[in-house]
T-cell receptor, first 111, second 113 residues
């Protein structure tokens, strides 16, 4: 089955700095690579995703890069703001509905 | 309507009780999911329904019994639970073709005494 690893587990940055979270997966059949954000006491929500035919995708301050050969994809947040503080999960998808989430990265943005 | 709703928000039950969690979506999604999330852990997949048929059961104990009465509704029937079953139970839905975003409900916070 899919093995998903996410690093770092905790990340603390100063407001305005950049943050990078990496997700490594094992199943080469994975073709969909989403990142979910979960604020304290709230539901997980998709913030950005990428499909395997694309290497990078950007949406304002958030970007995702994919390296299918090395089997990893990364979330990049620039100009971090206090409201970016949350837990971020990757969930690489092989297309069979069997979703495995990474362990999560707790991001703290200090004002 | 682009939301997934869940009821109740909170549930406290004894180990001998029978209760049900409910989930509803009106986005026309034909895949629906139940997840269990313990504190400071990722959501853990329990069940998946596709076109109202159970497609995935992640070896969940039989004290959890899912049901999909129609394409908009998903239930999780609970019976004889253990204190370690206390967690946040999240429902999600997605389009039925692969590689699509999952939309999560707000969850039911379950406490088993």
């Amino acid at each position: 089955g899919e093995n998903v690893e996410q690093h770092p587990s905790t990340l603390s940055v100063q407001e305005g700095d950049s943050a990078v979270i990496k997700c490594t997966y094992s199943d080469s059949a994975s073709n969909y690579f989403p990142w979910y954000k979960q604020e304290l006491g709230k539901r997980p929500q998709l913030i950005i995703d990428i499909r395997s035919n694309v290497g990078e995708k950007k949406d304002q301050r958030i970007a995702v890069t994919l390296n299918k050969t090395a089997k990893h994809f990364s979330l990049h947040i620039t100009e971090t703001q206090p409201e970016d503080s949350a837990v971020y999960f990757c969930a690489p998808d092989t297309g069979g509905f069997k979703t495995i989430f990474g362990a999560g990265t707790r991001l703290f943005v200090k004002a | 309507d682009t939301e997934v709703t869940q009821t109740p928000k909170h549930l406290v039950m004894g180990m001998t009780n029978k209760k049900s969690l409910k989930c509803e979506q009106h986005m026309g999604h034909r895949a629906m999911y139940w997840y269990k999330q313990k504190a400071k852990k990722p959501p853990e997949l329990m069940f998946v329904y596709s076109y109202e048929k159970l497609s995935i059961n992640e070896s969940v104990p039989s004290r959890f019994s899912p049901e999909c009465p129609n394409s908009s509704l998903l239930n999780l029937h609970l019976h004889a639970l253990q204190p370690e079953d206390s967690a946040l139970y999240l429902c999600a839905s997605s389009q039925e073709d692969p590689y699509n975003e999952q939309f999560f409900g707000p969850g039911t916070r379950l406490t088993v005494l």
